[in-house]
């Protein structure tokens, strides 16, 4: 039996328009649509493929606020068994650094049957909202864990956990004994879509509701306030132009190769 956490962050979509707030510049989330991120949809996948062959229990853990449920629910559709909601406005603008150390917290209190800890904690590589990627790596320092970052492939037999890394360089293969942490890449899997069994059953699955004071953990270390970056400003991205039209008279292909040098494309 292999007891797993996954990580999920609801996200804006990336359909909608993203902006900044005019106060501190941190990402508007109510402007936009709200989803679950889709590299955690493969991270929830590759959790219920795990539990399917080898039996164990799947959490998820999502800090976030109030609206956060909806991708939690999304991911307890898909046939995660339980989760767990970090939500205190003290988090708003916290840094990679701070939300690792609070996510670290929150795991640190997440047991399964016998009261044992988790086996396996699974992300995504990065988070569509930001894309720093060093979350997981920040949380297996925290925890004092093994890190299998980057993965297509994961593999979990005999207390081990084995997994294919791809680069520019080629593929490498990883190893590290259970607990561990891993990141996946868009090339894992392909996500279950939720059946109307699943999403209606996840109307009574278990949400464990945290605070920070519930962790342990000081408002004072986390927020947009004592982050380890400060944005001082920021620039609104230009409005669409139309593009340039060009009449094919029998030379269409030379206007387009000089339009194209023009703009340094080529």
Do not use: C
């Amino acid at each position: 039996m292999t007891n797993i956490v996954v990580l999920i962050k609801q996200v804006p979509d990336t359909w909608s328009e993203r902006k900044l707030t005019d106060g501190d510049y941190t990402l508007d989330r109510e402007a936009a649509d709200a989803v679950l991120d889709e590299i955690n949809e493969r991270s929830v996948e590759e959790a219920l493929l795990i539990k399917e062959a080898q039996g164990g229990e799947v959490t998820v853990l999502s800090a976030g606020p109030d609206r956060a449920t909806d991708a939690i629910r999304k991911a307890l559709s898909m046939g995660a068994d339980k989760a767990v909601h970090i939500n205190d406005p003290a988090l708003h603008g916290s840094d990679a650094i701070q939300t690792a150390w609070t996510l670290a917290a929150a795991l640190g209190q997440i047991t399964f049957e016998n009261d044992e800890p988790a086996d396996l904690i699974i992300a995504g590589n990065e988070a569509t909202d930001g894309r720093v990627g060093a979350v997981p790596a920040i949380i297996a320092e925290y925890l004092g864990i093994p890190q299998l970052t980057q993965l297509r492939k994961v593999v979990v037999a005999d207390g081990k956990i084995t997994g294919e890394r791809e680069t520019d360089e080629g593929v490498f293969g990883l190893e590290a004994s259970l607990p561990a942490i891993v990141s996946v890449t868009e090339k894992i899997n392909e996500p279950r879509f939720p059946s109307f069994k699943g999403i209606m059953a996840a109307k009574k699955k278990e949400v464990l509701v945290y605070t920070l004071a519930d962790l342990g953990v000081d408002p004072e270390t986390v927020g947009v306030a004592n982050a380890g970056t400060t944005v001082t400003s920021s620039t609104p991205k230009p409005p669409r132009t139309a593009g340039e039209r060009i009449a094919d008279e029998g030379d269409g292909g030379t206007k387009i190769a000089a339009y194209l040098v023009s703009n340094k494309v080529i």
